[in-house]
């Protein structure tokens, strides 16, 4: 099966580990960020945190519902966190690069579809780009809130 990939980058104010323990955390972290009315709905299967965690994910784009089986992979800890479709191959890898003294990281999202063929596949490289680039820009936006939350209720919590 061939597939063809996109990425979706943005530079978050918070250290990679951070921004990791959110992502990894697929009970409360990861579900919080995801965007929504795209993601309707994610489940846990097995697990809750990092490799092995099995997820039920059904999303809803132009009114029409995907469900997709996933399990989690961790090809790099810490660094890269990868979210594969099992029926499919489908999935998300979520990339950390700390940026200067790393207090800012550098997240890449690169998603894999399954290539299409024909005309359903010049219309697939035409619209899922920019329609999932719309999706996870809310994503990583929704993260990097998320994040600044979170140290600013531990900066609370400490003082």
Same mark, same amino acid.
């Given at each position: 099966m061939s597939m063809f990939q996109m990425? *979706? $980058?943005q530079v =978050?104010?918070?250290?990679?580990?951070?921004i990791y323990a959110v992502l990894? /955390?697929?009970?409360v972290g990861h579900n919080a960020i995801l965007p929504r009315p795209y993601f309707k709905e994610m489940t846990v299967l097995e697990g809750g945190y990092g490799a092995g965690t099995r997820l039920a994910i059904k999303m809803? =784009?132009?009114?029409?519902e995907y469900t997709f089986n996933q399990v989690v992979s961790e090809?790099?800890?810490g660094r890269i966190i990868k979210d594969t479709d099992i029926n499919t191959g489908e999935g998300a890898a979520f990339i &950390? /690069?700390? $940026?200067? /003294?790393?207090?800012? *990281?550098?997240? *890449? $999202? &690169?998603? %894999?579809f399954t290539k299409e063929t024909g005309f359903a596949g010049i219309m697939q490289r035409l619209i899922t780009p920019p329609i999932s680039r719309?999706?996870?820009?809310? %994503? &990583?936006?929704? &993260?990097? %809130?998320?994040v600044a939350n979170q140290a600013q209720t531990n900066s609370l919590a400490t003082n």
């Open positions: 990425e *979706t $980058i =978050i104010d918070a250290p990679a580990e951070a990894a /955390d697929y009970h809803n =784009i132009f009114g029409k090809p790099e800890p &950390l /690069d700390p $940026i200067g /003294d790393g207090q800012r *990281t550098k997240v *890449t $999202i &690169l998603s %894999e719309f999706v996870l820009k809310k %994503e &990583l936006r929704n &993260l990097a %809130e998320y």
